[in-house]
């Protein structure tokens, strides 16, 4: 049924992750079992965590039966095995979002890069609409190897950050909105049109994707970049 | 042919503009001979000028054939007449816009409120990549009436100057951008999902009726605000 | 967890308002509590309401923990904290809708506007498949110094209105309307789209938006324009 | 290469058109060469038209030299052959229309109804930014078996017609705007929306097939029907 | 709250219709009380009557408690009052269907036309992928004033019918389908491009606007029109 | 109600199947009832079996009051009567996805072939993300007659596969995904964009139909076809 | 500049085609040059010749310079070297179009599948507008292997087809029509759509694919399949 | 006019770039000069060199009046002042790109990352309708910092690449495409879909922005990553 890319930290640095809401239970069980069939067979737990992603609680209870060290974050919705964090190594991946309600994506993005080893710091609701709440946190923005910066609505908020940095920045775009806003498409759109340069834009509410891409993009930068 | 609403000055506070990109030269040129004789019947010129929009040069000349005494302005595209533009009343208009190809619709919108009597000044090129030249403004900007935003790509500078002022911000997003940002309607957009309030939107290139409403809503305005 | 934005009044003439329905009940408690404990800590309540908006029945028992003052309409599910409105400055407010279905967002509109300090009178179900109504409210719709329109399906009643008066026009599309009309595209189109000038649309739904635009545009504005 | 429909009169009551904007000039004038032997083999002229839509001058040029008694109205870019129109029968048509910009496709659905054997009339430039207009033409309108209602920008013109009277309505959206109104869509969806019942949509810029309808609609209707 | 535009049966020939899905139970009482109050007042019931649409079992019952002769159609989700249908006067219309899924919008269509006084037929589940099955019913779509055809997913059935008959065909698009036909704009993309003239088309799921406008086009003609 | 086209496996090689989610339980039962009395009629079971799709338990106990044997795959959402798939004939059809969440559907596709008379194979988890797995598998893929590429978000598999084999390749993209990919939309527009010829596309979700085809398409071939 | 793909004849069956329209006449005729020195260099001509399509007369002079014998044909604007056709093998190709204007379109389809070595036909002017002219066809329909079905506008052809035989069939929508259909979109979403099994879809214009897939499909198929 | 970011060096590492195809020849060449008189003010040539993009011959001539030792290359339409590469630091960014026409795209992508101070390398047409050619890259790929995958029609190249490396990967969709693909959305939607972590995406034909983003990404990298 499933077919493990088990050669992927290898050949990319990272393990493969699991996207859990369009599977089943019963699916992401066995997931979970041949998870733990290969790591057995290896003779030695994996260096770098499996991550589950956009994991509720009834499908992480059911991953404990066959993975019980699993660690789960309820917020983000992200479980991972072994649960323990590498050491951090590399720059620091910051993730700044514009309101409340992006914080549980912004968490995913979070809790993925220092997952794949990089120091991370979370700034959260400086959106644009109060302009000094962001220009406060500039110092913080600057010490960062690469940003995340996550917003629904006018998805206004990586552009207004990309042109204060020298650093890259990850353009996270949430389905939170409404109106012309709904399901996050107008902010992935002013984001691929942001006139700053220095930005990468990944889907709507990808954290993880965010979070992976900012870890590989800090990986050889020093801890503090400015 | 056509059927002027000559009576729109009494009912609206502002006479009738003729959008002329649409219409052939001989059309344009009848138009104004029907302004002119009405003019004539009612025996003075009116108090306000009447309004040439998106008039290229030829046209331009075939009306002065008509009303010879038009005034032209190359940049914007418009045509007025009469020429004289009525002593300024009410609160001050800003047009701000964020970068240099934006500047036709800009100077548009500012000839617009000006000929509707409004005291007017124009901001160019202060796009939110490089916000100090924005936060350098503000203090012009608070002291407006109401300010036009003109953007096109990102759309996003209204958001960040309403998040700043105490006005009303009319936002004006231009066809100027490329790729997921052509045509405007990406920018238009994301000024629709403006997480900050106090913002109207018009049409993609629409200064003319950025313009309008803008010395609509400073009509009543001190000529300071702050 | 939240940057409250307690600046807002003073920069912007109203306080931050709380969009609830992307929050959870604990996360609009939070942000209550902090309400109440800067209120307590400037040692005064203050002037204008902080508006809590799209705010269910649940949600607004969780804030009056905090809360206790706060008032509640059901229909607008809208929150005002302190609940006393201030005493009406500027010009009427009025907003009309075109039909029944459109009134929570019209009336959500319509007390934004008063708790921001404006005189407001509501009109309803004056849409345009029947224009005898809304002609018979025309010397109603000529006091105001601003009128919000609002409308779903085909979102033609903010022309009409426009072509008829001479202060702006705030366009509200609703996402009330199935087929092609279905979540209010098409009506925010075609208030874009509008050939009377004098009108600057809002967000679909967001009658926060258009009563706070409105009460700023109001905000000098004699009490009767005509 | 093509394979004309000639059974088409009797079938559906009106012969097959030839829509020649996407055709070459050669294959236009083959197709008009078939007609003429087709109407020479049958040893008559046929009783209605048959109409070459969206034509310009060179091709009417070609067709002329297999067809030379066609007639041509250039601003409705329209042939007929043979030339002569049908006395009229049935309920009258009116075509009203919103800007001037809109005339060519207003004609193009005139013609065809006369061409097709009703009585029709133009009413020009009557958009519902200046109610006035429209309202004066109330007692013609009411006269009419079918009104074609034609605009572009916002569309709304069907709506308020259809309000009005008890006929049907064909709505045609033309191509006429910018911005979000560019290409018609937008008028077509607001058509498609439309609160009035009472209205049939065609394709943009479709002036045929709406001054078809009309006159399939108005066939068995008396002369004036209030 | 409502204001119920009485005026329109005379001035359009057909009451104004409730559409009941977007209004709460309440505020379909409140009308349906409205109704009775005004028929009490003019001292007779209405020669046509009032259709409620989109209606569900438990907003009829609360109807009933104002009007109780109201009659209910569960297919079609109609109630109309007073229940008696006008005797038929004018032209056929028939409403064909593509599949069986369409059947209740076609019922809404055909018992739309039956209240406003036409004869109506129904041929359910004709659509093109068994070309046989339109063929053989012919014969009763020409005796036809007008044919509405329902459809979803690739809503080709108008422009079949259509290149056969010679009355108006009214193109009612439904929103069944899936993926690219998902919600029904597929189908009305369709049928506005439909390469056979005679087709006016209404929005998705509108079964009654497509039989108001078949009742209003089929009112002059014969009972039987071949 | 419903009008079956029973001629329709004389004409087309395959009987109509019934798509069931759109229909009630009571519709999908007289069907059953009608294909029942057809089969008694005729005196005998049809060669190949009708189909059931997107068919859940409930409607599926229903049509088993009326056609006892009907065999019932509870992934595909598949019903099949009579039960007996026929002896396989023809070319390999392979059905290949790209992700564990793509199976329902791919086993619809394959489920529909296998059938209509087609051995088939189903080769699950071979997205392009870890390009290993797919290659692994080019040599069963090449033995194919037909491959039927099932994929949600980014759409990628029908290309890259159609790029290595010389056999059609049927494009079926999925629903599943979230973002900009969310609905298919995506997915589908990849595939009709593929660079590599070679490849029909069909709708989003449509496992009945890509299986349809390619037992069509693999018809005529050798069981192994290199 | 340019990487040949010069494996692809022997791995998929068919040589790389050269799409010329994107590419300077510069690019091409180095293209051109660097299969003359492969085919040189292996020392004989290729069996099966290389295709240029969309090739403007232009460029089809600058490849003759390095290939003089390539054969082309100005209607489907397309080259072939060697310019001889292979032997035909396997079953009919039928290319059926539904109007004139999609003529160079189909052209290319049946050029292609011609060149990869099928027997071909042409059918013009079919449109279902007219559905005698369709029907008069079937008995030469039914006898193909595989159908390419062109169309634009409505894009209702390949349904009505694949309703009537029992091979597949190939949908090719064409950018042919003006309005809603502007650029083919249309058509595509309706063949995506279509309720008749069966259809494989290529993208909009894409002559080159449909004739490609109809070869593939035809291979293995006797020269006439009833 | 413009009112030119000089700050952008110090606060973002790079200069601000001229977008040239927006603004006219008049409006360039002035901005050349503000260019070059701040040059002289600050005493001597800038580290970085300004980009100008977009640029076409004639524009790049009055430039040059200003500006005479600027370097242009016409491939890329892009012009740097002072035209000296900076010595390379970092690690190395590759451009692979899909397909021939994609090259101008790709070698403004390229040349932006070298005058930003990186090695650089283009690969160009390794499409994945032929896998060998990108296989046999993948050594070369591997040593790369950061990689931008230049696409235009189905856009699957960057989750190809993704797949297979440890470093991040630019994601750069181009405009050349016709039918569904035309204009880039479609491989936009893909690349943002991409089922492969570390990827991010920006605008359709935004050579300059990939580049930029991908010299800041190398920024800290060993020369060879492995």
Redesign the interface.
Known sequence: ???L?F??AA????P??I?C???STK?VAR?ARAIREHAERSGSEPALPTLFTRLDAEKAAAIREELPGMAYDEEASMGAWPASEPGPTG?LVTVAC????D?PVAREAELTARYLGRPTRLI??????????LLEHLPELRES?CIVAVAG????LP??I???????V??L?T????????????????????????????????G??AG??AA??A????RE?E
């Open positions: 049924m499933a077919n890319d050669d992927r050949r990319r640095g990272a493969e992750a996207l809401d369009a599977k699916q997931i720059g514009a309101g409340t309600s914080l959260p609701d400086i959106g644009i609409a109060g302009l000094h709440r190897a609505m006018d998805g206004a552009t207004v990309a042109g204060q940095v020298a650093c890259p990850v353009a775009p389905s939170v909105g409404y109106g012309v806003a709904a399901g996050g498409v107008s902010a992935a759109l002013t984001m691929l049109s942001a006139c700053a340069p220095g930005i990468g834009v990944v889907n709507i509410d990808n993880y994707g992976h891409l590989q993009i990986r050889w930068a020093p970049t």
